[in-house]
C-alpha cells in the first residue's frame, strides 16, 4: 500500500503550525488593534491576520488553507506561501486602517483565504481551467452576496463571533492587484530578455 505524499503540503503545515503557535501566544497581544498600531505596535498590521478568536475559528481556517492547496494543487515553496500572506495580510490591515477606521480590532485569516484562493486558482488556471474557473466564480458570488444581500452566508453562528465580511473583499481586491503586478513584471522580464 502506498502512503500519500504529503511533500506538497509540507509548506501549508508549518504555516499551520505557526499559527496554533502564534493562538497560543494569545490573540490579545497580536490582534489588529489601530490604537495600538498607531502607538507604534506595527507587526499587527500582520499578526492580526495570523490570530482567531478561538479554537473553531482557527480550525475552519486551517481547514480553508487545506482545501486551497488540495483544490487548485499549487506547489508553491514555503517562501512563496509566506509572501503572498504576507502581501495579503498587510494590504487588508491597511484598508481597514484607511477605509474603516472604526474597525476597533480584528482577528481571522479568512480574508487572505480569499487572496490566496484567487492567486492559486490564476495560478493553477492552466492546468485545471474548470475548477479554477468554478473557484473564482464562487468567490465573486460570495462576496456580492456578503456585500449586497440580506442573505446570511457566513461562519459567525457556528465560531461565535461576528465575521468581518469586508476582509474577504479587500483579501480578492489585494490578490488581483497582486496578480496584475505579477503579469507586469513577467511582461518587463519578457521584454527586458528580447533587447
Known sequence: M?????????????????????????????????????SGELWRLITGHLVHANLRHLLLNLAGLWLCQALTGVRWRLWQWCWRILLLALAISLAFWFWQPRIQGYVGFSGVLFGLYLLAAAESFSRQVLVSSLLVGLLVVKILLEQFSSVKIDSGGWIGVPVLVDAHLYGFLAAVLLYLLQQVGRLLGTFNAHE
Open 2 to 38: 502506498n502512503l500519500p505524499d504529503l511533500r506538497p503540503y509540507r509548506p501549508i503545515l508549518l504555516i499551520a503550525l505557526l499559527l496554533i503557535v502564534l493562538q497560543g501566544l494569545g490573540p490579545a497581544l497580536l490582534r489588529y488593534d489601530p490604537r495600538a498600531i498607531a
